[in-house]
């Protein structure tokens, strides 16, 4: 929280001068109501209007600058929770592979909006009021100094005990805290996996399930927030009955000096307002310190900041000049073995086919070539150089992967395949021709600017596929690994792929393949059988 403050003190300087002005101004219009009231008990009807007319003014004046807090917060708070988003994008991009994927989107997703939430209206807007508050609380205290020095004793030993009551409760608040945010982070992820299977349940005519997930899902987030709610209501009202209690002997206090001549009159009652002021300022403090606590947990999560990331994919893994080398790999998922002893060669511009049955680490050995997977044991070594000395990032900027299930952006064709990148029309002609998407393209009205809708829901599998290997040619990558990338296209569609592909000279290949025919098989300059880690021979 400090380092954002911090960060965005120029955005949060003027609405917190301004917050003092107001302050200031609140102060000065209980001094002027003394005033007003002093004109009556000295049946002094100029002085009474004069000092009418002052705090009519100064009570107009109050409320612009109000308007003027109001405004300046709002663009302050919009600049901070902007760089709370893009602190989060930064965690999430240090994240490894293995991290990220350890969560559910809708986990990442409720950072994004429920954290955020919860950050404005537990951090920043109390921010704001705490030094309103202390404002208000510190200019009652000179003015009741003005009137005598006893009050300002009074007023002291009022801010040192409210201001410890709530440090016996820190612990408490933040521990509700940290249950409210994983309660909403997991019902988030809850609503996105029940709105996922929306066709599922209505197609088996099971709508009570999607009702009670959701009612579930709602539960999960109101419960926590509720019991946070409610506790942190308990605690305030303790504090209140503390800061009523101090505040009547305050009034005590100003009821004698006032009957013994001491100070004014009229002090009974723009005093007791400024008491009232006092208490309440401090009060105020009091609640808004707990709500600093609770939000450890959601600043906890943020890792990096977005001024100090770097870029890690920077340098990145040079172009190979002779082969990648698999030694004596090995890999295992928690106690399973998938991969013992595997050593494999694949040379630069090599064309090769991965076969073998379902588990036995096809897949996993093309995660572990872009570093997805680190935890492994052997060697994979590009050109010699070990992958361990370089990040994921840096591994796929010479890597493009194509999976069976293929994700697209909710824009255009074009925007999918180029990334935001400009490239030229012969390069764009090309990756549609080598990627067999032409045809698909000659039939929409719209061609390259087609939306393709959520994930691509406007298009077939085989044409999302088609996208994501026109993607992968048109970034160029010197190395290009396909897992099952052309299970969705028709035989024709596939064979022209897999020809414009295997013809590339400056393409390293590697492909898994479930079924290859002899012809196939023929074009590649090797096929390497792998089988399960079960089935293998124990090494001793």
Known sequence: MKYYLKKYWGANLLPVLLGL??????????LILMQT???IIDR????????????????????WVNSLVEFFQGRAIRAMNNALRRDMTATLLRKSHEEFHGKDTGEYLSWFTNDVNQIENLAWRPFYQCVDAAASALFSAVALLTLHWSLLIAALVNVVVMMLVPQLFNKRMEKLGKDCEAGQAGATGRLKDILAGYDVLRSFGREQRFRQGAAEASEQIE???YKLTYVKGFIGAGSGCVNVTLQLLIDVLIGVLSIRGVILQSALMGGGNLCGSLSNGIGTMAQLLLSFSSTKPYFDKITVHGDDAQDEGSGGLPPISSA?????????????PVLRDLSLTFQKGGKYALTGPSGCGKSTLLKL??????????????????AHGFTPEQLQRQMSYIEQNVFLFNSTIRDNITLGEDFSDEQMEKALRDSALMGDLAAMSEGLDTPVGENGSSLSGGQKQRVAIARALIHRRSILLVDEGTSALDQKNAGLVEESLLANPELTLILVSHHLSPERKAQFTDVYSLEPAAALPQTA
């Open 324 to 336: 990648i080398t698999v030694k004596d790999l090995a890999f295992r998922y928690d106690e399973k």
């Open 223 to 225: 419960k926590p927030k």
């Open 369 to 386: 070539l872009l570093g997805w997977l680190p935890d492994y044991s052997g060697a994979i070594r590009f050109d010699g150089a070990d």
């Open 44 to 63: 002094d009807l100029r002085g009474f209007l004069f000092w009418t007319l002052i705090l009519v003014g100064s009570w107009f004046l109050l409320l």
């Open 37 to 39: 009231f002093q004109g």
């Open 21 to 30: 002005v107001v302050s200031a101004l609140q102060t000065g219009n209980n």
